[in-house]
């Protein structure tokens, strides 16, 4: 009451302004002291609370720095293990060069550096070089023969990798895993003696064509030579690492492979002292047979933590201050208290811009509209440059930036139990722009009014992405047709209408005739062109809705949409004299090119997908089988289909009867008719399978349709390996037999390759090569005359014998016989089943008999199934005998063996 009388003191005290004074100070005196007394404690209190705030604060800087700063360093290594991915990718896409092409020579290896430019990703690239591996006295060498870029690389052309150590260690640990290897470091050829080791290697093997080696042994046969991609190491991780990384970290990457510490790189600085103590990151990359350390520390000047500028203890004393002066007036007089509820007024409204300030510096859209008039109020600066200046003015309506009718109308419902977050529209600009963004909206309440806020984030380029990826995964990136995986579900969802009663459809399989000549003389780049020129042809002959696919290679694949047997016979017809009559010109060569076509109908429910493409398939190879360059549909009452489809499953079993060792060995014994020295054994060799249901199955089902699809040389290996490497446990007795007589088809006298196959298996294995017999029949020996002779010469040199099979079913038996280097002849079993009976027969035997021994050479016959038919061979002069009469073939000793363990 005091302090109210003496701030507003009574109108009769005011007429005596002597009494006033007076009493003033008497009034003021107690109480200023207790305002000094408030205004110090509460200054203290601001201090002490402002230092704690300052304390908390520094320490979540700093530790948001090292947060950073771990960001940072982790960014950078992952940078370079992607740079050495990028090295590893470029080095394949070179192999892939080597894979596809036997041939390469420099000008293909220049062209496809040139293609590549790899210099423009990885400037620190030396060079790229092709070493071929060469058979020296000392063993093997590795001469550098191909390098891209020739021009300062010129002496690493001839140089041989054996004389620098790490580079050949290199070599040798690719050829080994058949993956991407680093070397140690080491200088460079193409560096000047005076400069540092600054080299590194990443070597790839280059091995023959064909599927990739999986032992040891076959990856050291079979590689011919290594790639090599060199660079200047310190520049490659340089490269590689973030500005930002260089700019606020030292960086120290060191090859610790082995225990020694070898340098590779270490970002410049002035002084170590610059490095700052506290965050470190230290980690081992493990790449290409190499392990690094990658040691990262923060330097000095971005380590330091928040400024004094910037921290809340300024700010903070200086709210101290003003709290005590806000105590102090209050403790004083009203009108003081006024004036600070005034400065507080102001310090508000200047917050609450500072709030504005920083919404509009957020990335992200914010809007704010009226919920009666649906009128934008407020809208950030993200806002209005992306949607355009006047959003934010009240004249443009939220519903009105949404494209689609539906999500227009859904703001209506918006209310406080309504989920509108992350929802993905179309939103147009003012200027009409349109673009996909990411939205969510929430009903606000601001200064009493119920107001729509809404944050909205722009998601077209990674809407682009998504859909490009879309793309590429149903599209072939050739011919941009669809690829075999979305035409296939194409044709499910037709399997599926026929099914619910839909108009039928057809399936078209093209296959291109002799497409294979056009990559062999032209290359694979010519064939590439004409399959992406013929895909264009082919859309233009389509009917509305047709699907077009590429399904592999130089086929392709259309679904006709409701077509009968006529309409697809129309478009097929189409197709195949569009092909026929284009004319593809490629360097000025020309080709004429056809296409074989199978159409199948999806016209009743109950067909599967698995059953269409089979069917298609086995047409197309049915209108190949007829000549080619026609159309063939199939149909399940013609026979010759029947047995083509038969012949492409039993192709299909056989495949899984190899891989899953269900092949077959049995022997059956040859007896000799006249008396001989060798008491082991004679047998020949027989092939079997047993199937899926472990029933033994006998080579007059499969060895069909192993001939067509071109298995027959891959069973022929099998059996020469099985029995060379067994030789030993062939026969039940447990004793090598004195002669081995294996078939050989017509297929396996064009491999070039198979008699060095044979000579090396006998030589690895020891076995005798006067006990070895190949048969090959008459009718492939005279067919592929000047081939069986050769191969014929190679095995007889070494000691291995040869027989004639089947003798005496050809038209010029006896005129080839002279010619042909044989050691023994098989009368063919027609003539042994009717000797008894046929007087023809009879003289048939007796003459290929004596004419045999005139060549001094040995005669068998086969089908021997009776003991009359044994003594008239006998009489005649055969030396030996095999059939049911004197052994019924059986299983030989190590696949019993096998089956009982």
């Known amino acids: 009451m005091q302090a109210s009388d003496a ?65 940072i360093a982790l960014n950078s290594y992952v940078a370079l293990v992607d740079q050495l991915r990028a090295c590893e990718q470029l080095a394949r896409a070179v192999q892939t060069l080597f894979l596809t092409s036997d041939d390469v020579d420099a000008a293909k290896f220049a062209h496809a550096y040139d293609n590549l430019m790899p210099r423009q990703t990885f400037p620190s690239l030396q060079a790229i070089v092709f070493a071929r591996r060469e058979a020296q006295t000392d063993g093997d060498h590795y001469i550098s023969q191909l390098v891209a870029p020739v021009a300062g690389n010129e002496r690493v052309v001839g140089l041989d990798v054996n004389r620098q150590p790490p580079n050949l260690a290199a070599v040798l640990r690719s050829r080994d895993s058949n993956q991407p290897v680093l070397s140690a470091p080491f200088r460079l050829v193409q560096s000047d003696p005076r400069d540092p080791t600054d080299g590194i290697t990443l070597r790839l093997p280059v091995y023959t064509s064909g599927a990739a080696p999986r032992s040891l042994a076959e990856r050291r046969q079979r590689m011919v030579g290594s790639l090599a991609m060199s660079f200047r190491i310190g520049s490659l991780i340089e490269s590689a690492l973030p500005q930002e990384a260089r700019s606020k970290l030292h960086v120290q990457v060191s090859d610790i492979t082995g225990g020694a510490v070898l340098p590779l790189y270490e970002s410049g600085l002035a002084s170590h002292q610059d490095i700052a103590s506290g965050y470190q990151f230290d980690r081992e990359l493990a790449y290409g047979g190499r392990v690094w350390r990658v040691a ?14 910037q921290s809340i203890w300024m700010p903070g004393v200086i709210s101290s201050l003003l709290l005590a002066l806000l105590v102090w007036s209050v403790a004083t007089t009203r009108r003081r ?64 930036l949404f494209e689609d009718p539906d999500v227009r109308n859904s703001l209506t419902t918006i209310d406080g139990d309504t989920e509108w977050r992350n929802v993905e529209a179309v939103m147009c600009t003012l200027n009409g722009d349109r673009f996909w963004a990411s939205t969510s909206i929430s009903p606000v309440e601001v200064e009493g009014q119920h107001k729509l806020l809404m944050v909205a984030k722009d998601i077209s380029e990674q809407r682009q992405l998504t859909d490009l990826l879309s793309y590429q995964a149903t599209h072939d990136a050739l011919t941009e047709l669809y690829n075999r995986r ?74 006709a949409i409701n077509a009968n047997l006529e ?44 059953d269409v493409l089979s069917h298609a398939d086995t047409a197309c190879y049915m209108a190949k089988d007829h000549g080619r360059n026609r159309i063939h549909f199939y149909s399940e009452h013609d026979d010759e289909t029947a047995r083509r489809r038969g012949e492409m499953e039993w192709a299909h079993r056989l495949r899984w009867v190899i891989e899953e060792n269900g092949l077959l060995l049995d022997y059956q014994e040859v ?21 899926e249901d472990g029933k033994v199955v006998l080579p007059g089902a499969f060895l069909p349709a192993a001939e067509r ?24 007795s447990g004793r090598a037999p004195g002669r081995c007589a294996i078939n050989l088809s017509a297929s396996s006298l064009e491999d070039d390759a198979l008699a060095d196959y044979v000579l090396n298996l006998i030589e690895l294995h020891g076995v005798a090569p006067s006990r070895v017999c190949f048969e090959i029949t008459e009718t492939e020996a005279v067919r592929n005359f ?59 035997v007796k003459a290929i008999t004596e004419i045999g021994h005139q060549l001094k050479l040995e005669i068998v016959a086969e089908w021997v199934d009776s003991d009359e038919k044994l003594a008239t061979l006998r009489t005649l002069g055969v030396d030996y005998a095999q059939g049911f009469a004197l052994h019924r073939p059986e299983r030989v000793l190590y696949q019993r063996a096998e089956r009982k363990a």
């Open 7 to 71: 701030s507003n003191p009574l109108p009769a005290d005011r007429s005596s302004p002597a009494s006033s004074h007076a009493r003033e100070p008497q009034l003021k005196a107690p109480f200023s002291l207790s305002a000094w007394v408030w205004s110090l404690a509460a200054l203290a209190l601001g201090v002490a609370l402002s230092y704690w705030i300052a304390t908390l604060q520094q320490r979540r800087v700093e530790a948001e720095q090292q947060r950073a700063l771990a960001h």
């Open 337 to 400: 208290a006024i004036e600070l509820g005034w400065q507080m007024s102001r310090r508000y409204r200047e917050s609450e811009e500072r709030l504005r300030n920083l919404n509009d510096l957020m990335p992200a859209l914010v809007l704010m509209a009226r919920t009666d008039d649906d009128r934008i109020d407020y809208a950030n600066q993200a806002a209005r440059e992306r949607l355009g200046s006047e959003v934010g003015n009240g004249g443009a309506a939220l519903a009105a």
């Open 709 to 732: 699809y071109g298995m027959l040389p891959a069973l022929d290996r099998w059996v020469i390996a099985q029995a060379i490497s067994h030789f030993g446990k062939l026969h039940v």
């Open 296 to 309: 990262m520390y923060p330097i000095g000047k971005t380590a330091a933590g928040l400024p004094w500028q």
């Open 671 to 691: 007896w000799p008719l006249q008396p001989q020295h060798d008491a082991d054994p004679h047998i020949e060799l027989l092939l079997r399978l047993r199937d």
């Open 786 to 844: 000047a081939r069986a002779v050769r191969f014929i010469e190679r095995l007889r040199a070494v000691g291995c014998l040869v027989a004639l099979d089947d003798f005496g079913a050809g038209m010029s038996s006896f005129g080839y016989l002279k010619n042909l280097p044989v050691d023994v002849i098989k009368i063919d079993g027609s003539f042994i089943r009717d000797i008894d009976n046929d007087p023809m027969s009879y003289s048939i």
């Open 567 to 610: 309409g697809a016979q129309i478009l097929a017809e189409r197709i195949r004299t569009r092909i026929d009559g284009y004319v593809y010109v490629w360097e000025q060569r020309s080709y004429t090119v056809s296409a074989s076509i199978g159409v199948v109908l999806i016209d009743r429910p109950g067909q599967t997908l698995r």
């Open 486 to 559: 979305e035409f296939e579900r194409h044709v499910e969802r037709a399997l599926l209408a026929v099914a619910k009663g839909e108009p039928a459809c057809a399936l078209l399989y093209i296959d291109l005739d002799q497409f294979k000549l056009i990559n062999d003389t032209s290359g694979h780049l010519a064939g590439d062109q004409l399959l992406s020129q013929l895909a264009l042809a082919m859309a233009d002959q389509l009917r509305g809705g047709d699907v077009l696919a590429r399904l592999g290679g130089d086929e392709f694949g259309i679904l």
